[in-house]
């Protein structure tokens, strides 16, 4: 079972903040470092120093680290042409030596598109979709050949599909609740479906609408990798974990109910309700990014107990 660092930049993080974490994340054991791509902050903060760009941090972070994989949750659709998304991701990955994954969903947070003057198109659904086709399909056109693709929204001609990246398939995240045509874009393009901040039983439901698409597509429904992403607030007693909870302004019984809170024993029984749904990859949603004794405690007390 995988756990993965997980981080929301726009809440206020320099560059400097993140190689901290993803140093802390390859040192003490964890799969990989993945952070939101987000281009303004959310809530009550204020967000100090402002936003970076999730994918000049990876190709910073490419070359700092030599073991953790990097990726996003989810880059927007509505951000970056899909050529020059898939040129971006290609050279990040030969950055890393092969490390990275590309997590990719439709754009939904209005108000930084609007802040910083990005389109917001209402047709967000069918874009990510020519956006899912183009990306892996210049990936996997062979040298040599080029790559032609017709839509609605992009149109290639005699693209010479390069540069390719170091894995010979790049994973690809697609994530959410959409009952039909989310689980369907998985079963077509994703290697991982990613259930972003739901219940156990809202999982287990979702992951089996995921499977049946996957099995449509003449895939094996374990073909693919499930995961969730929730908020860690983990501490070693109860005034560990209510002191880490006022330091994310949340309280420690919604935290409790909503994520991966309490003690490492509460913690690891919770992810073994939600393994049950089928999930065996979790994204731990570090908010206070000061923290690290955070990071080192989940190793040591929590990550050994799951196998």
Sequence with gaps: MDLRIFTEPQQGASYDTLLRVAKATED???DA????????KMGDVDGLPGPTDAWTTLAGLA????????GTLMTAATFRLPGVLAIQVAQVDQMSGGRVELGLGAGWYEDEHTAYGIPF????FGRLEEQLAIVTGLWRTALGETFDFEGRYYQLKDCPA?????QERIPVLVGGMG???TPELAARFADEFNLPFVSVDDSAKQIQRVREAVQEQGRAADSMVYSNALVACVGRDEAEVARRAAAI?????ELRENGLAGTPAEVVEKIGRYA?????RFYLQILDLDDLDHLALIADQVMPQLG
């Design 28 to 30: 003490l054991g964890y």
């Design 33 to 40: 470092f993945f952070r939101s791509d987000h281009y303004l």
């Design 63 to 70: 070359r700092e680290t030599s073991r953790i994989r990097l």
């Design 121 to 124: 198109p209402a047709a967000k």
């Design 162 to 166: 390069l540069p390719k990246p170091t």
């Design 179 to 181: 009952p039909r045509r």
């Design 249 to 253: 302004g949340r309280e420690p019984a």
């Design 276 to 280: 049950e749904t089928g999930s065996s």
